[in-house]
């Protein structure tokens, strides 16, 4: 994650992209005493092709994560965003049902125009960076995928954010319109899926911390401090906060908590929302290519990754027009 991100710029209008949409963070609801059955395979990437279609037919949800390497403080792994993200929705799927699509950690970063590591005296970014354009071209094929793959829904997760979520969800939109497609989407920034009060989403912060904490301990050390490093800073926090709290893996373990009990929410909406369209054929590879260009070529300008870090800063936000304005 990036940027000096509130609770109000996190959670604005995390959408199902389809029929069904979500405007706040309901009550979680209590469930069932019984424990959740077991899934041994969740992966894409591990499943025998028999072993995929059994797992589509019952539950045909797909799960996204997205993240990259960068740093997180002296005392985080480089890979928290991606790590986290990936964890979070790898989780979901052992408990609601669902596949986990190949990961990709990669992510934007390292933009000249918006130094935002820089800004905090880190001189080597260490990023796995790639452009934003790029980013969002590679989530679109995604889509695509999941879409001729027979999948109902697809929920797309980054643990890396800021703003860069609703380039994300302005593209799921744009997919549906332009394509008709009958697959329903989701996109947020993980941070979104928090139902625990006190805990938003942050950078190297007592909620990311905790929450690597929680998914991947050995990844964490807290002795590390920036001072005693000749790399200078990398980012971080300084613990114990003002308020005293200092991150661990209990409240770590009730933040994924919260955060896999509300991707249940979302996928049982999507399956709810899905409804089928006869001979419905997810377009071909050359028709995603048109599709990209047409995207980008009229929104470009409204993505919040193509802010500078001084409009950010100032809150600037372009205003989506809407897509009839712009003859879509």
């Known amino acids: 994650m990036h940027g000096n991100v509130t609770r109000r710029q996190v959670i604005q209008g995390a959408a199902l992209v389809g029929a069904v949409v979500t405007t706040g963070q309901p009550a979680l609801s209590q469930g069932s005493s019984a424990a959740p059955p077991v899934r041994p395979k969740v992966r894409w990437t591990e499943m025998l092709p028999d072993e995929l279609l059994e797992a589509i037919r019952p539950h045909p949800i797909c799960y996204c994560a997205y993240g990259l390497a960068e740093p997180h403080g002296p005392y985080c792994a480089l890979g928290l965003d991606w790590i986290k993200a990936e964890g979070i929705v790898e989780r979901a799927a052992r408990q609601h049902g669902g596949v986990v699509a190949p990961s990709f950690a990669w992510h934007v970063q390292d933009r000249p125009y918006f130094d935002w590591l820089g800004q905090r005296g880190v001189r080597q970014t260490l990023c796995s960076a790639i452009p934003a354009d790029l980013w969002l071209r590679m989530a679109l094929y995604q889509i695509r995928a999941i879409d001729a793959r027979g999948f109902h829904g697809g929920v797309l997760i980054t643990g890396h954010y800021g703003g860069l979520e609703k380039d994300l969800r302005l593209l799921c939109e744009y997919y549906r319109r332009r394509t008709g497609s009958p697959l329903q989407l989701f996109a947020a920034a993980d941070a979104e899926l928090i139902h625990v009060p006190g805990y938003a989403g942050d950078h190297a912060g007592i909620t990311e911390t905790s929450q690597l904490m929680a998914l991947r301990p050995k990844l964490v050390d807290l002795s590390r401090k920036a001072e005693g490093w000749p790399s200078g800073r990398w980012a971080g926090c300084d613990f114990p906060l003002p308020d005293g709290r200092s991150p661990n893996a209990e409240i770590g373990e009730r933040i994924v908590a919260s955060q896999i009990a509300r991707l249940?929410?979302?996928?049982?909406?999507?399956?709810?929302?899905?409804?089928?369209?006869?001979?419905?054929?997810?377009?071909?590879?050359?028709?995603?290519?048109?599709?990209?260009?047409?995207?980008?070529?009229?929104?470009?300008?409204?993505?919040?990754?193509?802010?500078?870090?001084?409009?950010?800063?100032?809150?600037?936000?372009?205003?989506?027009?809407?897509?009839?304005?712009?003859?879509?």
């Not at 290519?289 to 802010?307: A, D, G, N, P, V």
């Not at 500078?308 to 100032?314: F, G, K, S």
Request: proline share 6%; glycine share 4%; hydrophobic share 35%.
């Open 264 to 328: 249940g929410e979302i996928q049982t909406q999507l399956l709810a929302a899905f409804k089928p369209r006869e001979n419905w054929q997810a377009p071909s590879l050359t028709d995603a290519e048109s599709i990209w260009h047409r995207f980008e070529s009229l929104t470009r300008k409204y993505w919040w990754c193509s802010l500078t870090l001084e409009e950010n800063d100032q809150h600037k936000d372009l205003t989506f027009p809407g897509w009839p304005a712009l003859g879509e």
